[in-house]
């Protein structure tokens, strides 16, 4: 793996630590509870597929896609 794919990968580890400590913030759960479950939705997988590119959204827009996403039951 080359540099740039390494920060990549860091970029996408951080912006999920992001989006899942905020979900549980908000939510008032833990954030272990949390992240099993964003990892496993369609958004986790997404954001783990570098060229989706939905890591270059930011977190608040992952956030509301995930959200989103439990809101139609996926």
């Known amino acids: ?3 740039m794919a390494n920060r990549i990968n860091a970029a996408i ?4 630590v992001m989006v899942v400590e ?4 908000e939510d008032g759960r833990d954030a272990s ?5 964003f990892l496993r939705s369609h958004t986790g997988q997404m954001l783990y597929n570098e060229s989706s590119k939905l890591w270059w959204d ?3 827009f992952i956030e ?4 989103q996403e439990l809101a139609r039951g996926r």
Request: aromatic share 4%; glycine share 4%; no cysteine.
């Open 1 to 3: 793996m080359d540099v």
């Open 13 to 16: 580890d951080l912006l999920t």
């Open 22 to 25: 905020s979900i549980a913030k």
């Open 33 to 37: 509870d949390v992240l099993p479950s």
């Open 58 to 60: 930011g977190p608040a």
């Open 64 to 67: 509301e896609q995930y959200r």
